[in-house]
């Protein structure tokens, strides 16, 4: 089945322990990216990375690492999370093989940080 | 820049009655424009695109949206409401960068009512 698995669902953590989200998807798709999600702001792009070894900032970069070593996996990285960070965190990837691809969403990991 | 407004953050209906969504969208380039829908704790799923090939689309159980231009607008519409149509729909709008960036609304939580 295709799809984009992130892990964990669920995060609690305390201000200053990093900490990595996973995200993994099996449809061998160029792009993938990260959203955070919140009341009444919709989704904001974290980073993006459009193929291996290539990535770049989204709107809301501070605060957030990524890597793409692999092209199944982009890792989301929080070195050092503080309480703004708590918020729905979404993972998508699509294939860069026509303009139109639609976002293949994961099902999303609720990070809270106290 | 491109974005994306989506009027009504809380849309309730009748079972029954027809579902109007708002979206209105800006940007410097002929834009590709997506509705999204999110069912509780779940990621968002493609519900409808535009791509330039007929303004009136069809989508997914039984939703449609009319792109006009002249009206910067792409409303999605259902005619009869179902209860299971219950969840948050998002706008989103992909023109820039190549149309690999996408820009999302702030959603739309459509409440049905029995």
């Known amino acids: 089945e295709a799809q984009v698995t992130q892990n964990p669902r669920y995060l609690i953590t305390v201000t200053g322990k990093k900490l990595t989200v996973t995200c993994s998807q099996n449809m061998n798709h160029e792009y993938m990216s990260w959203y955070r999600q919140d009341p009444g702001l919709g989704l904001r792009q974290i980073y993006y990375?459009?193929?291996?070894?290539?990535?770049d900032k989204g709107d809301v970069p501070e605060g957030y690492k990524v890597s793409r070593k692999e092209k199944r996996n982009f890792p989301l990285i929080l070195e050092s999370p503080s309480p703004n960070q708590t918020s729905l965190y979404f993972c998508?990837?699509?294939?860069?093989?026509?303009?139109?691809?639609?976002?293949?969403f994961g099902n999303g990991t609720r990070l809270t940080v106290t | 820049a491109q974005s994306v407004t989506q009027l009504g953050s809380h849309v309730s209906v009748s079972e029954g009655a027809l579902v109007l969504l708002r979206c209105n969208y800006s940007s410097s380039v002929p834009p590709y424009l997506f509705w999204y829908v999110q069912y509780p704790n779940q990621g968002l799923q493609l519900l409808l695109k535009?791509?330039?090939?007929?303004?009136l689309v069809k989508g997914i159980n039984g939703f449609e949206a009319e792109f006009k231009k002249s009206e910067t607008s792409f409303h999605l519409t259902k005619p009869s409401a179902h209860m299971s149509d219950a969840a948050e729909y998002f706008c989103?709008?992909?023109?820039?960068?190549?149309?690999?960036?996408?820009?999302f609304g702030t959603g739309t939580k459509l409440q049905v009512i029995p």
């Open positions: 998508a990837s699509s294939s860069l093989q026509g303009r139109n691809s639609p976002l293949h």
């Open positions: 535009y791509t330039s090939a007929a303004t």
């Open positions: 989103a709008v992909a023109a820039e960068r190549g149309y690999q960036k996408v820009t």
């Open positions: 990375s459009m193929n291996v070894e290539v990535t």
